[in-house]
């Protein structure tokens, strides 16, 4: 990954969690990147609504390592800039919110990630990555869950601290209700 690149993708989700961690209601929809308990990767899409761990919200420099890892291994880049189709092609798990089987639907508490797309064949673990993807992999991890025998998962059964406070939660799970996660900060570049 070149450094412009690094850069634009490091601003680009510092954006998109910033706006994430501002929000009382829609976000932006986004991907993130997780790890279970057998350290194997999965995409999660956060359907505008969707509940996103705080460590998340607060290191998108962390995210971004994970990508360069993942970039480096593959070969090839992975347009996070965009909703990723399939995650499987680069080793990673996909889950998003679902209607059914088919439409993606919208985020309500408590309701789970469904997984998506195909089983990759060979899929990536943290063993792989160097220490600052794998420390950011070991704290965004579903500890309970292993992604390929789960069709399902919750996120606010597998993280303490988590973003996701909405009116939806309000009515339907108060107890899911916490403080803003903290904002990121903006890349040292735009602080200038």
Not at 119 to 140: C, E, H, K, N
Request: charged share 25%; aromatic share 10%; hydrophobic share 40%.
């Amino acid at each position: 990954m070149t450094p412009e690149r690094r850069n634009s993708l490091l601003r680009h989700l510092t954006r998109q969690l910033t706006q994430m961690a501002a929000s009382t209601g829609w976000g932006p929809d986004m991907d993130w990147i997780a790890s279970d308990r057998d350290g194997h990767l999965a995409v999660l899409a956060t359907a505008g609504l969707g509940a996103i761990p705080a460590r998340v919200t607060g290191d998108p420099a962390g995210l971004v390592a994970v990508i360069e890892e993942v970039e480096n291994l593959k070969g090839f880049e992975i347009d996070f800039e965009q909703y990723v189709r399939e995650p499987a092609q680069f080793g990673a798990f996909g889950f998003d919110y679902r209607d059914g089987k088919r439409a993606m639907a919208q985020y309500e508490a408590g309701h789970p990630y469904q997984r998506t797309g195909q089983i990759p064949a060979d899929p990536l673990t943290i063993d792989s990555f160097g220490a600052d993807a794998a420390s950011y992999l070991s704290d965004v991890r579903f500890a309970d869950v292993c992604f390929r025998q789960s069709s399902e998962i919750v996120v606010e059964n597998a993280f303490a601290d988590i973003h996701r406070p909405t009116d939806w939660d309000r009515w339907s799970r108060p107890e899911l209700l916490r403080p803003v996660a903290p904002r990121p900060e903006p890349p040292a570049d735009e602080l200038a």
